[in-house]
């Protein structure tokens, strides 16, 4: 166990899809920055990185109008002062489609820390970060992150979407890392997703996280433990999840042109009485507590959380222990509900490479947590996923980049950690 003396700045990796919230900001944006707020008081990180997703909305011609109020809210908050030091990254040039992803990375700096520098990917060399800057309208001027969309045959049969990554580096106390924020594909259709296990859009998922990771091992810059962390949009085994939810169920199937487009299960004891709806964007379970089990811990579902397992000899995740982080009720009066929608599943997470671990800090009071914000309100249809932690001190200096070579992977064993 680590001696608690030699504990580092504490770190908070936010990742929230805002979707919802750019769709209602009259309703939905205050409530979203005040479990913001609360967090950052709460848990009093030096250094925080919010990686945003659909940024201006579903909407996001008429939107992201509101992406600017947001940011500005962000920085002229008195609760913020403390963060002397500002970078946010905002992909919000939708009329270039060919490079536009709806991504943000915001990225705040405590006063109180000072050894912090930003990475420039053209010059491959650290820079101080100072003051307070957003890089929106501008963003291809800058320097400081490492950007693509997915290719356009990344998406089969679908339309080219707001999918890629935005990279970042950080040396915080000479301790490297990249930051990586990342949306993936969803699945569009309930009654594609449940025929097979692995689905259609599993694998075009699998296909896109594939193809970041191998462009960073191949890039010229060094190579660094990173976090990556957004939505993934993993979803559960669909097909494994209702088989277990019918078992004694008899299915009446609605067709159109020969494709079935509905079915409704009944219980086998009582033909009147319909335990599960499907549709190509409804699931409709009779009794949400059959799903989500006791306190809507939905633990039993875990099993069926099976996408991460493809990429365990490089990544790693800590335990999941909340309720699947989506698709919530919008209703801004209801925080707990699911919308009838989709299977609820374990979309946002934060993972790290088994190299990455090694920045943490597992000392006495200072353990690694993982949760989401605002539980119990409405943040949209997604949850905001964070991970809390503290890095150990760094030795050395900012230029001294820990090697990749020699890297053994951790054991499961490891305390707190879990490989995927």
């Known amino acids: 166990m680590m001696d608690a003396q030699t504990v580092g700045p504490g770190v908070l990796l936010i990742t929230a899809n805002l979707g919802s919230i750019f769709e209602d900001p009259e309703h939905m944006l205050m409530i979203w920055l005040e479990k913001f707020y609360e967090t950052l008081e709460r848990l009093q990180p030096h250094f925080v990185a919010l990686h945003c997703q659909e940024v201006g909305g579903k909407n996001y011609e008429h939107s992201m109008q509101y992406v600017d109020k947001f940011l500005r809210l962000i920085f002229e908050s008195d609760k913020m002062r403390s963060y002397d030091r500002i970078c946010a990254l905002m ?9 536009f992803t709806a991504l943000g990375n915001i990225y705040f700096v405590h006063e109180s820390i000072k050894n912090v520098q930003y990475y420039d990917f053209k010059a491959c060399k650290f820079r101080a970060i100072t003051g307070k800057v957003i890089h929106a309208d501008n963003l291809k001027d800058t320097h400081i992150y490492d950007k693509a969309k997915f290719p356009a045959s990344f998406f089969p049969e679908m339309k080219w979407s707001r999918k890629g990554f935005i990279r970042t580096r950080w040396s ?11 949306h993936l594909f969803h699945d569009a259709s309930n009654m594609i997703a449940m025929q097979n296990c692995p689905s259609p859009y599993c694998k075009n998922r699998k296909r896109a996280l594939d193809h970041v990771i191998k462009r960073f091992a191949k890039d010229k810059h060094e190579k660094v433990p990173y976090f990556i962390f957004g939505d993934f949009n993993f979803r559960l085994d669909t097909q494994g999840v209702i088989q277990t939810l019918v078992a004694r169920a008899t299915p009446e199937y609605t ?3 020969k494709e079935i487009k509905r079915i409704v299960y009944k219980a086998n004891d009582s033909v009147d009485k319909v335990i599960l709806t499907l549709g190509k964007k409804v699931f409709d379970i009779d009794e949400p507590s059959r799903l989500l089990g006791e306190g809507n811990g939905a633990k039993w579902l875990h099993h069926f959380d099976k996408e991460p397992l493809s990429f365990n000899t490089l990544l790693c995740e800590y335990p999941v222990e909340f309720p699947p982080s989506y698709p919530y009720s919008e209703n801004i009066q209801d925080g707990n509900t699911y919308m009838k929608t989709r299977c609820p599943a374990w979309c946002d997470r934060i993972l790290l490479t088994h190299q990455a ?15 989401v914000i605002g539980q119990d309100v409405c943040m949209g249809d997604h949850k905001p996923v964070i991970l809390f932690f503290r890095l150990i001190q760094g030795t050395g200096t900012a230029s001294s980049i820990p090697p990749s070579s020699g890297h053994t992977p951790l ?3 490891s305390k707190g950690l879990q490989l995927l």
């Open 172 to 182: 915080i106390d000479n301790r490297v890392f990249d930051l990586v924020n990342i």
């Open 91 to 99: 992909d919000k040039e939708f009329t270039v489609a060919e490079h």
């Open 255 to 257: 067709r159109e042109d």
């Open 411 to 413: 054991e499961s064993t």
């Open 357 to 371: 671990k090694s920045l943490i800090s597992e000392a006495i009071g200072g353990k690694p947590y993982y949760g």
